[in-house]
């Protein structure tokens, strides 16, 4: 068998997750106390694969920073930088010198998966692949592009989003390329290798397959799938091998403090240093490091920036707090609020009820 090696795009620009992503790549932010790429590397790493290539753009300087030249995680990671992002098709093309192997496994950045990659890639070599195609199988397949495959798992058509999808096979956004494939991708320009790439390949009658199950799959990509995500690492519904076995409704991180009679359930994630006041709420929060959570305060199904404080009883429900944000006693944040970094809001200064 021939040798595989990674690549991992890295350089989207994460508009889904702002303000988030102002300070930090998305493959960056920590998720159940790790950056969240140090799960998928784990993966990678896990499935025997020891060299990966990272393609970057956006905050490209984050990566390599953190992650070096990868041997703190037993693997040799090489970095790419895209001076302007070329998409997803593009950046594949873009690291294409920088690959040593015939055989190329590519992940988008942001998949937090539960398959074992062996599988894949013994499915690619099966068939003798050009390309095979990780699809799940999803219980709402409308939010996402979907796959049809004939009975021997060949890849016939590829869909964009629809409201009645005829197959609830989805596009995982994790890949098996043949290394002449990805020579073939245009260079130097944006190429999208969901909407580009894989429906030519399909129209010149290629061998693309696809590797079907129902693994635990979710993209990282929303506010709300972020702290789903997060909350089922911390559960140990998601698996991921940078992680201890031990699972729990919270994950405290050190040097945080936890007032008296505090309540934290739901996968909630504490961060370094952040302080929880007494009798404060914490159901699926994730709390980044530095964060203050006021006593008596609520917080649901958020996310709570780096150094943000949430006030004395304040509600914070399916929101987004930015870095440094400060919300004021007894505000109400809800449905999808996203506050910016830095932003202040007084004492009372939103409610969506009239008592106080
Ligand atoms: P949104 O702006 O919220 O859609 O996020 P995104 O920019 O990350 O885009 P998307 O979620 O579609 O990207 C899927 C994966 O591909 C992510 O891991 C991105 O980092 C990565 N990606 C997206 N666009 C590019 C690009 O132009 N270059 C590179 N190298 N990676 C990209």
Not at 17 to 38: H, V
Request: proline residues 5%.
């Amino acid at each position: 068998m021939s040798t595989t090696e990674a690549v991992v795009l890295v350089g989207g620009k994460g508009t889904r997750l702002r303000p988030l992503t102002i300070s930090a790549p998305k493959p960056m932010l920590p998720t159940a106390g790790l950056p969240f790429l140090t799960h998928l590397l784990a993966r990678i790493k896990a499935a025997g694969i020891d060299r990966v290539v990272l393609g970057t753009s956006f905050k490209a300087e984050v990566f390599e920073e953190h992650f070096g030249d990868g041997s703190e995680l037993g693997l040799e990671i090489a970095y790419v930088v895209e001076d302007e992002p070329l998409g997803t098709g593009g950046g594949i093309r873009n690291v294409a010198d920088a690959l040593t192997a015939d055989t190329i496994m590519v992940f988008n950045g942001d998949v937090l998966g539960g398959t074992d990659l062996r599988h894949v890639l013994d499915t690619h070599e099966k068939n003798s692949a050009d390309v095979t195609m990780h699809l799940v199988r999803v219980a709402d397949p409308r939010a996402f592009g979907c796959v049809m495959t004939d009975e021997n798992g060949r890849v016939e058509q590829f869909l964009e989003k629809t409201q009645d999808p005829p197959t609830d096979q989805i596009n995982a956004g994790t890949y098996v390329f043949q290394r002449e494939v990805i020579d073939e991708i245009p260079a130097g320009v944006p190429v999208s290798v969901e909407r580009e790439v894989f429906p030519k390949l399909i129209a010149d009658e290629r061998r693309v397959f696809a590797h079907v199950d129902s693994a635990y799959w979710r993209d990282m990509g929303t506010p709300e799938d972020f702290v789903r995500g997060s909350a089922d690492l911390v559960r140990g519904i998601a698996p991921s091998p940078a992680l201890p076995e031990a699972k729990g409704e919270s994950l405290v991180h050190e040097g945080a403090g936890i007032g008296a009679g505090a309540v934290l359930i739901g996968g909630t994630v504490v961060g370094r240093g952040a302080e929880i006041g007494a009798g404060a709420r914490l159901d699926g929060a994730v709390v980044f490091d530095g964060a203050k959570i006021e006593a008596g305060a609520v917080v649901e199904r958020s996310i709570v920036g780096f150094g943000a404080r949430i006030g004395p009883r304040a509600l914070v429900r399916d929101g987004v707090i930015g870095d440094g944000a400060d919300i004021g006693a007894r505000c109400e944040l809800l449905r999808g609020a996203r506050v910016w970094p830095g932003v202040e809001i007084p004492d009372g200064g939103i409610r969506y009820s009239t008592d106080m």
